[in-house]
């Protein structure tokens, strides 16, 4: 928590250095452009005020080479280490690679390799209804066609099992460690119509749990079995194949953002069938703008990859000084698909509480992964709005529930939780969260996030 505090009043400081001596335009590349030594001496050689905006963005989002920062996963801590950035384009495909490696100081680590290959014709994609978005870094969505393939595995020492269901309690809090290493490609297939792009994964998971000894709480095998943590002795590999659409038109004069996401899921593992399941996920955005220079919500785009937050100019977007505010309403539901006496994994399963294994909150007042079930419901309604510059105030009501069942998700009682807190958006570096929450049953909660991105970069493979 102190790491990340220290780091949320460094970016700012940066932010605020920035402002007051933005970058100049960025210009097309020539013979004589300058080294990133030469970039790292001219922007960090001192240590006055106005300068440091510009050595914090070099040293955050410069290429080749950068720090990178980030949250690992909740109850991990906040990682630091390196990543790599490199691209080639040729008259119609732009070819990038991301690798990167950080590490925490309880020992969790993430490391990844990310190649893109997104198609870019002469002309750009239109949109046949809905207002037009040819910048991809407001939308969210690419121009053009774009491929993925990945490589990454993530070490999490400290995670959270309290059972599963609504039923489950504090008193059965219990620990362990989790290793997950994911193979996989996307494409995504962008449409003319709506804003909208079709795209499919394949994906291969080794999963490897073990105990966590040493903590406030029982290690997760002194409290639980095969049958009550499923996956808790058996964790055998898995192939899962996706796909879906996803819709993000605008309307209104920019008024009304819709962010809409379908998936459908299928789980299977060739060793094990009573393991193999399907799972679809309905996440439904909407944003009412404030301002007309208001920003998306995810600022998130996928003509870049994860360590990246410039397409094909030298620098990232500036830190933006606008007015900006936003309402937003959210309805997110994931059901599964069990045959027979079939189960899911609990390792595989969505949580509600904190925030989950990927880093993103509800239920916030609540520990980490408090409620954990192959069914999920959440409603959320949100309030944000800029203070000075990339620092923001923001405000958001939860309503969840989760069911062992998909048919007991109805007369399941709802949980609520109310958060409110800072948000930095300070140009490309990632974006941090400082909330205090309250309003469940189980007291408050303080969490401070920073995004496992680059704002503007693509995401990471879901955990999950």
Known sequence: MRTIVLVLCLLVAAAAGAQ??????????????????????????????KSLGGCGELLFTGKPVHI?????????????????????TTKTWRNSWNADAVASGNGSWRAGLYGKLVRTPNRPITVKFGKPKTNSHLTGLPEHAAINLYVQSASLNKLTYFGLGPGSTRADRTFYGMTETIVGANFIKPLNALNASLYGEINGRLVDIRPRHGEPSPSIEQ?????????????????????????????????????????????????????????????????????????PTQLSNENNGPDECSVEREKCPPISRNLEGSIGFRLYFTGSF?????????????????????????LSSYQDYRFRAPNVLLLRESFE?????????????????????RGDLGPNPWV???????????????????????????????????????LGGSARPSLF
């Open 20 to 49: 007051q001596n933005p970058a100049p335009p960025s210009v097309p590349k020539t013979i004589d452009s300058p080294s990133e030594w030469d970039k790292f001496k001219e922007s960090c050689r001192s240590f006055q005020f």
């Open 68 to 88: 990178a920062v980030g949250s690992i996963a909740p109850q991990n801590g906040f990682g630091a280490g390196l990543a790599y950035v490199g691209h080639k």
């Open 223 to 295: 409290l639980f079995t095969e049958t009550t943590a499923p996956g808790l002795t058996r964790h055998p590999g898995a192939l899962q194949l996706g796909e879906g659409i996803r819709i993000r038109p605008v309307f209104f004069e920019d008024v009304l953002r819709l962010n809409y996401n379908f998936a459908y899921q299928q789980f299977f593992a060739p060793s094990t069938s009573d393991f193999n399941f399907q799972r679809l996920t309905v996440d439904l955005g909407q944003q009412f703008a404030l301002y007309r220079e208001t920003r």
């Open 338 to 362: 069990r045959p027979g006496l079939n189960v899911v994994p609990f390792y595989f399963q969505p949580t509600l509480g904190g925030a989950d294994i990927n880093g993103n909150p509800s």
């Open 385 to 405: 709005h800029s203070i000075w510059g990339p620092l923001g105030f923001a405000f958001m009501a939860d309503e969840g529930k989760v069911a062992l069942n």
């Open 416 to 454: 609520h939780s109310f958060s409110t807190g800072l948000t930095l958006r300070a140009g490309g570096l990632p974006q941090v969260w400082l909330l205090f929450s309250w309003g469940g049953n189980e007291g408050t909660h303080t969490i401070a996030n920073m995004n496992t991105t680059l």
